[in-house]
């Protein structure tokens, strides 16, 4: 059975307290995890889309297969590692069975095996998540979460979690300064 969803047409048309009171729900969407830190929310968030329509959540783990290696190889560590990953997951999202499914892929790149799930699954939104990445220095998205972004058919939630706080340090902003009253 389809559930109805607003369109983004008619997202845009409602005013600002029916759009609070409805809040945006998904029939299915994908949410991304690598056993980071940034799962927990990446779950949380993703629960919190289906939720309201009781739609279906599926969850995503992806091997990344190193190139020396056929893309079927058996890769023992990494399938348990990802199994376990997965397990966790249900007691996170809070979902009931028939709403809620976890599953793991191999590929040779990360983004576009989440693209390909997307496709395939025909998914409303997908949720990846990101730590504060540094790349030589610099801040970086790398090269998976630009894929997923560029290519992706439906709405892509990109959650970054906070940097962890230290306070009286300066942030990585220029001329801020994390102090206990907030930001200066």
Do not use: W, Y
């Not at 091997?63 to 249900?90: Q, Y």
């Not at 999202?93 to 976890?102: Q, R, S």
């Not at 220095?137 to 630009?146: A, E, H, K, T």
């Amino acid at each position: 059975m389809m559930r109805n969803l607003l369109t983004i047409p008619q997202r845009s048309r409602q005013s600002n307290t029916e759009s609070l009171q409805r809040g945006v729900a998904f029939n299915k969407v994908l949410a991304v995890v690598t056993g980071s830190p940034s799962d927990e929310g990446v779950l949380a968030h993703a629960a919190d889309l289906v939720r309201p329509v009781k739609g279906r959540l599926h969850v995503l783990h992806v091997i990344e297969v190193d190139r020396s290696l056929p893309v079927d190889a058996e890769i023992g560590p990494a399938a348990a590692k990802g199994e376990d990953i997965l397990r966790g997951t249900e007691e996170i999202v809070k979902l009931p069975k028939n709403e809620f499914d976890a599953h793991m892929v191999q590929a040779r790149e990360i983004g576009p095996a989440v693209v390909s799930e997307a496709i395939s699954r025909e998914v409303d939104a997908l949720v990846i998540g990101s730590q504060l990445p540094r790349q030589n220095g610099s801040f970086s998205l790398g090269r998976d979460i630009p894929f997923i972004l560029e290519h992706a058919p439906c709405l892509v939630v990109l959650r970054r979690e906070a940097p962890p706080q230290q306070l009286g340090r300066r942030s990585s902003a220029p001329g801020i300064t994390a102090t206990p009253g907030g930001l200066s």
